[in-house]
């Protein structure tokens, strides 16, 4: 099993602009979160999904979108980028929900200027 | 608010000694908090959890203490070797938010 995977490992971005976060895992887990991660701070939640078709808000949800059209992929949606989103963003996975061992991804180191 | 957090940002041991990691919490409603680990340029990783009806529970090399009362964990490492260097995280499962709230994390340093 590959786990999860993110891509792309590393991106720069001009305000404004819109891009897509990837994630995958094939251990067939249903639920699925999106976390950044900013110097000296811990993770934040940003969208996480129970299952395909099912997606809910986290802590810090504006400025981005989610979607869950298969159990193995949940990508992340920046609209239109700030400098605020400069961060690293991970994405974890689990069998059954956050109080399950969750497996994160290597994460995205995301700057916008 | 609710919140999770860790007492130090930075801690260094010598190899061979044993480590202690605290992290408290305020909201007594937490049913449940996990230790990650957390290595340069990686994602974090599981290393232990408890549930509030216990005190205590052990791992490899790894226990992790709950004291309710005081609202306060803590991670104990033993035997600190150079491949325990990371940053260490506690996170808590707050019921009513249905999400974990992750501390800022501890800098752990094993010294030669």
């Known amino acids: 099993n590959a786990g999860v995977t993110q891509t792309p490992k590393f991106q720069v971005l001009k305000t404004g602009q819109s891009m897509t976060l990837q994630c995958a895992q094939d251990m067939n887990h249903e639920y699925m979160s999106w976390y950044r991660q900013d110097p000296g701070m811990g993770l934040r939640l940003i969208h996480y999904s129970v299952g395909a078709g099912i997606t809910d808000q986290g802590e810090v949800p504006n400025g981005y979108n989610v979607s869950r059209s298969t159990t193995e992929d949940f990508p992340l949606r920046l609209l239109s980028a700030a400098p605020s989103q400069t961060s690293v963003y991970f994405c974890?996975?689990?069998?059954?929900?956050?109080?399950?061992?969750?497996?994160f991804g290597p994460g995205t180191r995301l700057t916008v200027t | 608010g609710e919140s999770v957090g860790l007492h130090l940002p930075t801690l260094s041991v010598q190899e061979g000694d044993n480590s202690i990691i605290n992290c408290a919490y305020s909201?007594?409603?937490?049913?449940?908090f996990i230790w990650y680990k957390q290595e340069s340029g990686k994602g974090p990783q599981f290393i232990i959890d408890?549930?509030?009806?216990?005190d205590k529970r052990q791992g490899q090399r790894v226990t992790v203490l709950l004291n309710k009362t005081v609202k306060h964990l803590s991670l104990q490492i033993a035997a600190t070797q150079p491949g325990d260097s990371a940053v260490y995280f506690c996170?808590?499962?707050?019921?009513?938010?249905?999400?974990?709230?992750f501390g800022s994390g501890t800098q752990l340093t094993v010294l030669p």
């Open positions: 996170a808590g499962f707050i019921g009513s938010a249905r999400q974990l709230t």
């Open positions: 974890a996975s689990s069998y059954d929900g956050p109080l399950d061992e969750q497996y």
């Open positions: 408890i549930r509030s009806n216990m």
């Open positions: 909201n007594s409603a937490s049913d449940y």
